[in-house]
């Protein structure tokens, strides 16, 4: 059974850092693309990041201008997102996803992420 499982949300202030991680089970995580995405309130389900399997490339949303890192540990079959300098519009619930062949697309249930001050 596929599982995805966030963890590290919580209440930021403006210009402060979260981690993110992304704990998965259940299926060969080390040859699948990670994602991380976020919804904000009746906001559509937005890409934040991406990373190939064995981490060599990675991509980002427009809107993180160089602010969110993302990586994996094949070893530990996790993602992170690391998150600086977040800003009161990156509020939202931040997803993890994988896409399988052919039963598409995996999310975890989400780590709510509030930057207030």
């Known amino acids: 059974q596929v599982q995805l499982v966030e963890s590290g949300g919580g209440l930021v202030q403006p210009g402060g850092s979260l981690r993110l991680s992304c704990a998965a089970s259940g299926f060969t995580f080390s040859i699948y693309t990670m994602s991380w995405y976020r919804q904000a309130p009746g906001k559509s389900r937005e890409l934040v990041a991406a990373?190939?399997?064995?981490?060599?490339?990675?991509n980002y949303a427009d809107f993180v201008n160089g602010r969110f890192t993302i990586s994996r540990d094949n070893a530990k079959n996790t993602v992170y997102l690391q998150m600086n300098n977040l800003q009161p519009e990156d509020t939202a619930v931040y997803y993890c996803n994988t896409k399988f062949p052919f039963s598409g697309d995996s999310w975890g249930q989400g780590t709510q992420v509030t930057v207030s001050s």
């Open positions: 990373i190939t399997r064995h981490g060599s490339s990675t």
